[in-house]
């Protein structure tokens, strides 16, 4: 039977794969040669590019600067994020199957339907991600349709006069964009939501620890009952043995949370980082084009893929944070009033340590939470319309 990640991501670390960016267990110098040939040459040359344009052109205009800021911000987070695929992708591997251990299995039928609700909503976030990035990759390399004089979906520097150029080199550059644009978009597509839906793992792993402890004396009574040879002392022992296994799930929880941060928080703030200046150079453009046409819905599709991105971050670690910080309470809706000394001293540590909710950070600086979301949409240039008057001719 697929474990609980290859049912949950079975499609993304096809995808990842594909990509180069899942570590195969054989023939790992090849993979690594395989992932920098398309790291350095899909991922890097179009934000070079378009920095090198920049910075080469005389007398740009506001808009022409917001346009090219606007994918090359957006670029530059692809570059950023899946750099650490390439550095660490043996310890990223690890915490993606942190939770296939054979200590996360599970026995009991309520927990069995905690993870099958658990794979559905992975299955639901992929798929509902991956055509909002579709869309909005599609509006982006259909671009040329619609732009005055331009052919090419972004301006960036080439060796040849784009407008003056034979057919053949637009197409092929053209080709080329569109391709180095696309490893892009679906690396995020892929990487997005499974980032996000391991913090998802991690709060139903939380919510079957929780079912543990509030019903600890349902289960004791579930095995003494299955045999005749139990007797108090016999019961308690069980009681602790399982309260100590709650303590050693819960450490593990904890774990992974940490290597969970380490492995992909900067990846996250990238993320974040990248979604203020798509989304205050997005609002901008909004501004001047004419409404509902295809620059306008364009533009709406490609903010509504990029506000996805930091939404899936926020939702999901706001997710884990909740479901961590009412340890105590399933612990105290159980029936602790009937378990020993030993068993009660046990519960009290363990809410103890349960009254630190687990918390991720983004790059070490703001929390993954939808609070961190809402800082994002009010610090938007439209905040700065406002109070500001810009000359945008």
């Not at 920095?51 to 005389?58: A, G, I, M, N």
């Not at 004089?149 to 053949?168: E, G, Y």
């Not at 499974?194 to 509030?214: M, R, V």
Request: aromatic fraction near 14%; hydrophobic fraction near 45%; charge should be neutral.
């Amino acid at each position: 039977m697929p474990s609980i990640i290859q049912q949950s991501f079975r499609f993304n670390l096809k995808a990842m794969r594909f990509f180069f960016l899942y570590p195969p267990d054989k023939y790992k110098p090849l993979y690594r040669i395989h992932t920098y040939i398309m790291y350095f040459l899909l991922v890097v040359p179009i934000p070079v590019l378009e920095c090198v344009y920049l910075f080469l052109q005389e007398d740009l205009r506001f808009t022409q600067i917001a346009d090219s800021v606007f994918l090359l911000a957006e670029l530059v987070c692809f570059v950023l994020k899946l750099y650490p695929f390439l550095n660490n992708s043996e310890r990223i591997k690890r915490c993606i199957h942190y939770f296939d251990s054979a200590i996360f299995e599970v026995v009991r039928s309520e927990h069995e339907e905690i993870l099958k609700e658990c794979v559905k909503m992975c299955r639901r976030t992929s798929a509902l991600f991956l055509a909002a990035v579709t869309g909005g990759f599609i509006s982006w390399s259909s671009r040329p349709i619609s732009w005055k004089n331009h052919v090419l979906p972004t301006d960036l520097w080439l060796p040849f006069d784009v407008k003056n150029a034979p057919k053949s080199y637009i197409t092929y550059t053209y080709i080329c964009i569109v391709i180095a644009g696309g490893y892009g978009a679906y690396t995020s597509a892929v990487l997005d939501p499974l980032i996000a839906g391991l913090a998802y793992q991690a709060t139903c792993q939380i919510k079957i620890l929780k079912n543990n402890l509030q019903f600890l004396s349902e289960h004791v009574k579930d095995e003494v009952g299955r045999s005749a040879n139990f007797d108090q002392a016999s019961g308690n022992t069980l009681m602790y043995d399982k309260i100590r296994k709650c303590v050693i799930h819960h450490n593990l929880i904890l774990e992974f949370v940490k290597e969970y941060e380490y492995c992909f928080s900067q990846i996250a703030f990238n993320q974040f980082v990248a979604g203020v200046v798509v989304l205050c150079v997005s609002c901008l453009e909004l501004t001047l084009v004419e409404l509902l046409s295809f620059d306008f819905l364009a533009m709406v599709m490609y903010l509504i893929a990029m506000l996805s991105e930091s939404y899936l971050y926020c939702y999901f670690g706001t997710v884990l944070y909740d479901e961590s910080n009412t340890i105590a309470d399933a612990i105290y809706l159980g029936k602790w009033y009937e378990y020993d000394v030993r068993c009660r001293k046990a519960l009290i540590l363990l809410m103890e340590r349960a009254k630190k909710p687990m918390v991720v950070t983004c790059g070490k600086i703001v929390d993954m939470s939808l609070d961190t979301f809402a800082m994002i949409l009010r610090r938007s240039l439209l905040a700065v319309l406002e109070n500001y008057n810009i000359d945008l001719k």
